[in-house]
């Protein structure tokens, strides 16, 4: 079970030894932000923080009639836990969201399991037939991705990437306590013992040598989730990164002299108005050229590498790749 932190509740205390300080490590999750974003359409958005998101993705779904209730049944609100096997820490510093669903679909029946009531009957109907429940399950977050996630995860990645680098500075800069010092203002590093405040778990644990996988996730604001289960799987902390109340933000992005003498006014004019996902119609009435003349821009730029394409039920949205990202920034 994954549990989120809070202003209540008792303290949990992580010890760590040498071992673990050594094994501690950093990994992005495409699958955790999948099931921490559904938590968000589910109300659990209390500041509002993703509020543009919500607006633009909710039209979406309902466009797309995708029938989210495989997942959504298994993600309580305003319950803070989630069942362990729904999003199992990442093995490798930047999984593809294939990969980790390959893992949902081999989880073994026994980790098949939650303790919150509110889920129990989508854990049951996957413990009847895992097979069937786990292969449902997959498509439907796949697809989920595809309209909610995947126009949106360049900048999603930019942002805790850059994160990652930020705290492995501070590592190399004074080791475990510096790296902890400003992750969340209620946990505290002392003495080789790594404490935070929680509703649901608390008590002293000790990570066994398996080192602590820290994950920063745009969707878990302002909460801290922590899986400490001694089992096979390593102890995980997902957190807010740096930055995350920015996000959605709207970002004007003019484009330089530079970009459009190598791509063209045109395509970097384009490429600037794709701070947010957009479909070909609307960059048309923004940048005042035909549908026709956007499309065969927009090809260009796709065969480049610099733009993806994304069908939500009639509409297709473009979004800018990591590589445009960082050509429009620079």
Known sequence: ??????????????GFTAEDVARTRF????????VASVRVLKRADVLGMHRRWTEQVRPL???????????????AVPTPGIPGFLAPPPTTPQPSLEVELAALRSTPRHLLRTTTTEVEQGVAALRADPDLGLGRLTEVIAAYWEVAIAPHWPRILT?????????AKRFAEGGARRLFDD???QLTWDSGTLQLVQRRVRGAHTLGGRG????????????IFSYVRSDERQPTLRYPPRGVGT??????????DALAGVLGRTRALLLAELAAPASTTDLARRIGLSAGGVSQHLTALRAAGLVTAHRTGRVVLYARTSVAEALVAS
């Open 183 to 185: 992750l969340d203002p």
């Open 27 to 34: 990994a992005v999750s495409p699958l955790w932000e999948v």
């Open 159 to 167: 942002l805790v990437e850059g994160d990652i680098l930020y705290r």
């Open 212 to 223: 602590l996988l820290l994950v920063p996730s745009v969707f878990v604001s302002p909460r």
């Open 61 to 75: 779904l309902a466009a797309a009639k995708l029938d989210l209730a495989p997942l959504s049944s298994l993600i």
């Open 1 to 14: 079970m994954v549990q989120d932190r809070t202003s209540e509740g008792g303290r949990l205390e992580i």
């Open 247 to 256: 996000l959605w933000e709207p970002r004007p992005q003019p484009y330089s």
